[in-house]
């Protein structure tokens, strides 16, 4: 199962594709070169190759041919969706030539320092502080899986044309020039955010896209009302969308993507359990490591009174003769309401009855009628509610009931 990038050990290894082949980089620490600042430090397991720090004996590490090369050719042979994620991140420094004073570079890739490889010495000054797997680091090896010695950042301080390396047995020294030939061992920091994936390979996810192409205020509504939208997601990850209205959770599932979906808690068949009022509608989605930009939808209910009637009647073999309907829901106490019934829904004039006592009494509802005009017998009911003087709201949520 794919981890983020933030949250993996250190010293766990993770692939990289240079020039399209994998390579392997160590996860060196999180929140590099400063705390919390959501980026994580990588440095490549085996140099890259061998080559000189500088093309003259100057320990001047800003001009350096291996930082050059660094931050030209070897970050080019990054994936381009990887290059997009490396920031450019100051690292202290000392800039060498004669200025030995330590300040900070703004580099995206640089080769470690003394100090953060765990290694002191009195001709290189402290940059920064050691890593927790500089023990890991000291000695580095060529992918042939042969010690090599390796270029840091480090100029000495004694000289301005020294520059330290640690060598084979993981020790730090500084003679020679910096034109000599050691190697090159890249790091650079990612988000902490990215993704891992379970053959350790660092991705760049995409957010799921949340498409809706209706207004963001739709004002008053009076009945229910469809809001379509789908959800895509580049990666082809699955999506878990969470449908709220008014921040309050009302439906969470997986969508197939690209299919369209409507919010369910504004439907007809929902719309009369929201309180009158102003409304917001929420949509989000989360791939599990990253979420799209939610939609946001406000409307305003305004409905005093209902009415409620089957659009097709019931039909009935013969004359029906009872009925007993039932009422849930929450009809305030001094709100106008009539329930009516016919067994001739289908003349042009059915004749209505009040079934209204005996729906507050539980009791079954005797049809006074006995004729029709239509061909067939057909049940029908009609209920009206109206807000009463106290203005306060309520909502009728099913109508159940039998006859005879």
Same mark, same amino acid.
């Not at 840091?152 to 020039?177: F, I, K, M, N, Q």
């Not at 997986?254 to 719309?271: I, R, S």
């Not at 003769?321 to 849930?328: D, E, P, V």
């Given at each position: ?130 890593? +927790?797997? #500089? ?12 010690? %090599? /010695? $390796?270029? *840091?950042?480090? =100029? ?75 959800? +895509?997601? #580049? ?12 921040? %309050? /959770? $009302?439906? *969470?599932?997986? =969508? ?149």
């Amino acid at each position: 199962m794919a981890t983020l990038l933030g949250n993996e050990t250190l010293g766990t290894i993770v692939r990289l594709k240079e020039n399209g082949v994998p390579q392997e980089f160590y996860v060196a620490k999180h929140g590099y070169p400063t705390d919390g600042n959501g980026r994580t430090l990588l440095v490549r397991r085996y140099i890259y190759d061998t080559r000189q720090w500088h093309t003259s004996n100057v320990n001047a590490y800003a001009s350096c041919a291996l930082d050059s090369w660094f931050n030209n050719t070897y970050y080019n042979l990054l994936d381009a969706d990887i290059r997009a994620q490396i920031a450019a991140v100051a690292i202290p420094y000392t800039p060498g030539n004669g200025n030995n004073s330590v300040t900070t570079l703004s580099r995206k890739v640089f080769a470690l320092s003394v100090t953060e490889l765990g290694r002191t010495a009195s001709w290189a000054n402290v940059e920064g502080s050691a890593l +927790s797997i #500089a023990s890991t680091l000291q000695i580095a090896y060529n992918s042939s899986g042969s010690a %090599v /010695v $390796q270029w *840091t950042r480090s =100029p000495d301080t004694g000289s301005t044309y020294y520059a330290c390396y640690l060598v084979t047995s993981g020790y730090v020294y500084h003679y020679g020039g910096c034109t000599g030939t050691y190697g090159a061992r890249p790091a650079f920091t990612l988000p902490s955010s990215l993704s891992v994936s379970d053959d350790g390979s660092v991705t760049v996810n995409t957010a799921p896209v949340i498409n809706y192409s209706g207004g963001s205020a739709l004002g008053d509504k009076t009945e229910g009302f469809t809001l379509n939208y789908s959800v +895509s997601d #580049a990666d082809g990850d699955a999506v878990t969308v969470t449908e709220k209205l008014d921040n %309050v /959770v $009302q439906r *969470t599932f997986a =969508p197939a993507l690209g299919e369209t979906q409507q919010f369910q808690a504004v439907l007809p068949a929902n719309f009369q359990t929201i309180l009158n009022g102003n409304h917001t509608i929420t949509i989000e989605a989360t791939d599990g490591k990253a979420a799209a930009a939610p939609v946001n939808v406000t409307f305003s209910k305004e409905v005093h009174s209902a009415s409620i009637t089957l659009f097709t009647p019931l039909a009935a073999d013969d004359m029906p003769t009872a009925i007993r309907l039932s009422i849930t829901g929450d009809i305030p106490d001094d709100a106008v309401w009539t329930a009516e019934v016919c067994n001739n829904a289908y003349d042009t004039s059915p004749t209505w009855e009040n079934i209204k006592p005996a729906i507050q009494s539980g009791y079954n509802f005797v049809f006074s009628n006995k004729t029709k005009t239509a061909e067939n017998w057909g049940i029908n009911f009609r209920i009206e509610v109206t807000r009463g003087p106290s203005n306060t709201g309520g909502y009728i949520y099913a109508i159940e009931g039998g006859f005879q």
